[in-house]
């Protein structure tokens, strides 16, 4: 596969910004990454086969609600970046993969930093953390 040259991307990204500020001019924001949850519901639509790849992910995932606006959001703008009006299948698997790889990475960079605290640590140390749960990641 060829890279794109950094130009071809830079005007791609212009154009989606563009886009989205022109979409977002009556609601006070410029991007997609502002979208309120209401305004997730508005603008960012999914046909039905994309609804049942999201509740499937949903669930497979377990998302919070949080993070499943978060998903949209993404899928919304590479929507944008490949000049779509709508969200279509694949802008949300696009988005859902990249969820996955952050979620890969973030276990992996906990987990490091896990070993590296015990190989330094003393039991005393150590044992002062042990009421640290996967959750407050």
Do not use: W
């Not at 994309?50 to 978060?70: C, D, E, F, P, V």
């Not at 929507?79 to 279509?88: H, Y």
């Amino acid at each position: 596969t060829e890279s794109e040259p950094s130009a071809k991307i830079r005007e791609r990204v212009t154009k989606a910004r563009k886009i989205q500020a022109k979409r977002y001019e009556k609601e006070g924001i410029l991007t997609n990454a502002e979208l309120t949850a209401e305004m997730v519901k508005k603008y960012c639509k999914l046909d039905d086969a994309s609804t049942q790849i999201m509740q499937m992910a949903a669930q497979k995932y377990q998302l919070s609600g949080r993070r499943y606006n978060r998903v949209l959001k993404i899928a919304r703008t590479i929507a944008d970046l490949a000049g779509e009006n709508n969200i279509k299948t694949e802008h949300l698997t696009q988005a859902l993969q990249y969820r996955a790889i952050l979620a890969s990475i973030a276990l992996h960079l906990f987990l490091i930093c896990r070993f590296i605290r015990h190989s330094f640590m003393s039991q005393s140390q150590i044992s002062s953390f042990s009421s640290f749960s996967y959750s407050s990641l």
